[in-house]
Nanobody, 126 residues
Framework: QVQLVESGGGLVQAGGSLRLSCAAS????????MAWFRQAPGKEREFVAA????????YYADSVKGRFTISRDGAQNTVYLQMDKLSPEDTAFYYC???????????????????WGQGTQVTVSP
């Protein structure tokens, strides 16, 4: 199982930016899909963004489209989430995930991911 470690979270004012990183214990090129999910207090975990191995196919939740960018660096075994124009509604714990064997294409579904990081907190103040 791939080990994933997130970093880059913190406190930022509305309108600001943060860049999250997810370091994997093995080459991310061996992982078909990498994704970010988030969970706000009192809410279920939700899909944020995903990127296929090739890097040319990315997917975003409607709530972050145009503001967040996911990217993969196979050489450094790292996945990034650039978050711009942050709002208080983006406050959540952010998790990195790696697709499981037998991935079937539902990139926004938790069951498609077999490895998860511990998460990093993002707090956006008004």
């Amino acid at each position: 199982q791939v080990q994933l470690v997130e970093s880059g979270g913190g406190l930022v004012q509305a309108g600001g930016s943060l860049r999250l990183s997810c370091a994997a214990s093995e080459r991310t090129l061996s992982i078909l899909v990498m994704a970010w999910f988030r969970q706000a207090p009192g809410k279920e975990r939700e899909f944020v963004a995903a990127a296929r191995r090739s890097g040319d196919s990315t997917y975003y939740a409607d709530s972050v489209k145009g503001r967040f960018t996911i990217s993969r660096d196979g050489a450094q075994n790292t996945v990034y989430l650039q978050m711009d124009k942050l709002s208080p509604e983006d406050t959540a714990f952010y998790y990195c995930a790696a697709s499981r064997r037998g991935y079937s294409g539902d990139y926004n579904r938790e069951f498609e991911y077999g490895s998860w990081g511990q998460g990093t907190q993002v707090t956006v103040s008004p």
